[in-house]
């Protein structure tokens, strides 16, 4: 049988000195380096939407007051939505009277039947891509007084009867010439 004498202790102390000093960090001892930060992710690009026609600072004319707007997809895998597609007019919905096609939508700022006030319009347009990212652009578009109206304004009744005179006119040249 194999006797051990027991540790002194003196021979304790040490041992418990140099099990808590392990444990415990050194004083001197340098940091392990910094681990670099991940990379952020490129951030996603919306879809774009912006006013074609009329130009900056242009202007529609009153008996026709059509506006272009041109949008394209942010992301190559996200394509535009075109049926997301909404504009509204000094707060009124305007959707229903613009047609699209795959990068572009036209139509005009008010129906035949409303008349549209001559000055700055409000314009919104909105459109979405597939996976649901929206944008919108809002801008002032100003209607101006068109000429068929300034002309029948300035002539009045002596316009309209020059039309209606004309009109008799050409009827009466067709009927010559029909026969």
Request: proline share 12%; charged share 15%; hydrophobic share 45%.
């Amino acid at each position: 049988m194999i006797y051990r004498r027991p540790f002194s202790p003196a021979a304790l102390a040490l041992i418990s000195l140099l099990a808590s000093a392990r444990g415990a960090p050194a004083q001197d001892a340098i940091p392990p380096p910094a681990q670099p930060p991940p990379a952020p992710l490129p951030a996603y690009r919306a879809p774009v939407i912006a006013l074609a026609q009329p130009a900056p600072g242009g202007a529609v004319p009153q008996d026709r007051p059509v506006v272009v707007f041109r949008f394209a997809a942010g992301e190559p895998g996200d394509p535009v939505d075109a049926r997301s597609f909404a504009v509204t007019v000094d707060g009124e919905d305007r959707t229903e009277l613009f047609q699209l096609s795959l990068a572009v939508a036209w139509g005009p700022l008010a129906s035949p039947d409303d008349a549209i006030e001559p000055g700055s319009h409000e314009v919104v347009a909105r459109i979405c891509s597939a996976r649901g990212a929206c944008i919108a652009t809002t801008t002032l578009v100003t209607v101006g007084v068109s000429a068929v109206n300034t002309t029948e304004s300035a002539g009045g009744k002596s316009t309209r009867k020059k039309k209606q005179l004309l009109d008799a006119l050409f009827g009466a040249l067709r009927t010559l010439i029909g026969n």
